[in-house]
């Protein structure tokens, strides 16, 4: 029998450093996420980021947890079973790290006599940290736990029409009645070395002017050339003035040189420039999280507001929207009728 399992990031227990420490622990320990030698990233993750984050990431997230836990969580689980209603097959949700396990998920849907899985990561973008570690650790928990499962994973959907129409729908209705100066499409950042690591040609990748607007086998796998792609075919889709849309990476850690522009950079920047209304939205989630209910609608309304910028409007990721639930719903119906995935 066919079944379905979505997978997200994951998130700490409870918004507290005794719970957010383990989670970060299990979180940068990951080769794909924090990509330097077992005994460097012991001592860079345990040595040294350990020692202060949790806390400041514990209050971070005590500002946007809500009753029913972390908003990540909860938000995937509404999505996964509103999906549920649209399927007639088993589905199950996972995540990467912290205590709903991948393991857990694929028991489930085992117990349920799955044994042909379609995997979803729940990214629309191709990134070693996000995607990959996820495809990874799914592939190595199956061979492990349940040999016989067959194992078919979904693209990543960063261009795919369906997907673009209900995240442009969702900005237009979004931005109704705001009369905006700049749309500013925020991705979550990577360190720039990850982006040279996944291009299989091994020179196509410069980070430059170019490269992401040069076709390339390389764009496959190419997270910096994705988020442009979804940048440009909403544009497009919505017919946005190219003057008033650009694009930025969020979230980075200290240290090494990450995707720029830098979106807090942005946000000083932009008022200086005379724009003054300022929509964001976040397209590299699929549900909003402490990166974007914090980092973007809290302290990046006031950083833009404290540069001199005026009215700004963080635009709500797709989360359990029944326009996305439908999309998705109806990439599981074809995978289950003929086996198709989604272009
Ligand atoms: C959208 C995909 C994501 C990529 C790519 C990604 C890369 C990446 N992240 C970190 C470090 C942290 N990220 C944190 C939170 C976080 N990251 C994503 C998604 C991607 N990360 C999400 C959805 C979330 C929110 C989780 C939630 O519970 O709401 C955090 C934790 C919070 C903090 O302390 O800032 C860290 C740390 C790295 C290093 C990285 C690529 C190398
Ligand atoms: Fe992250
Ligand atoms: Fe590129």
């Known amino acids: 029998m066919k079944g379905v399992l979505l997978v997200n990031l994951g998130s700490p227990d409870s918004p507290t450093a005794k719970d957010v420490k383990p989670y970060l622990d299990e979180f940068l320990m990951d080769e794909r996420v924090i990509d330097v030698p077992n005994w460097l990233r012991n001592i860079l993750v345990r040595g040294i980021i350990l020692q202060t984050r949790p806390k400041k990431s514990a209050e971070a997230y005590a500002k946007i947890w809500w009753e029913e836990g972390s908003p990540l969580i909860v938000l995937s689980e509404r999505f996964a079973n509103k999906v549920k209603e649209h399927s007639d097959i088993p589905i199950a949700l996972g995540m990467r790290y912290g205590s709903m396990p991948i393991k857990g998920a694929l028991k489930e849907l085992n117990d349920k006599g799955v044994d042909e899985v379609l995997l979803v990561p729940l990214y629309p973008h191709y990134a070693m940290s996000s995607y990959e570690t996820v495809v990874v650790k799914v592939m190595e928990e199956q061979e492990k736990l349940f040999p016989n499962m067959k194992l078919t994973t979904l693209p990543a959907f960063y261009k795919n029409p369906e ?34 690591k996944s291009d299989p040609t091994r020179f196509h990748c410069k980070i430059d002017g170019k490269c992401c607007q040069t076709n390339s086998v390389a764009h496959n796998t190419c997270y910096r050339h994705q988020c442009f792609d979804t940048t440009e075919s909403v544009k497009a889709y919505l017919n946005l003035p190219a003057d008033k849309v650009s694009n930025s990476f969020q979230s980075r850690l200290p240290n090494d040189p990450w995707l720029k522009p830098y979106t807090d950079f942005e946000f000083e920047r932009f008022p200086k420039e005379g724009i003054k209304n300022l929509a964001v939205i976040t397209p590299a989630f699929v549900a909003d999280c402490l990166e974007t209910l914090e980092e973007i609608a809290m302290e990046g309304q006031h950083q833009f507001q404290e540069a001199g910028g005026k009215e700004y409007k963080h635009i709500p990721c797709l989360n359990e929207s029944d326009a996305w639930v439908k999309v998705m719903a109806n990439w599981i119906k074809d995978w289950q009728k003929t086996g198709a995935l989604p272009a």
């Open 163 to 196: 997907y673009i129409r209900v995240l442009s729908e969702r900005i237009a209705e979004s931005l109704e009645g705001f009369d905006y100066d700049h749309i500013l499409f925020s991705y979550h950042g990577i360190p720039e070395r990850h982006i040279r």
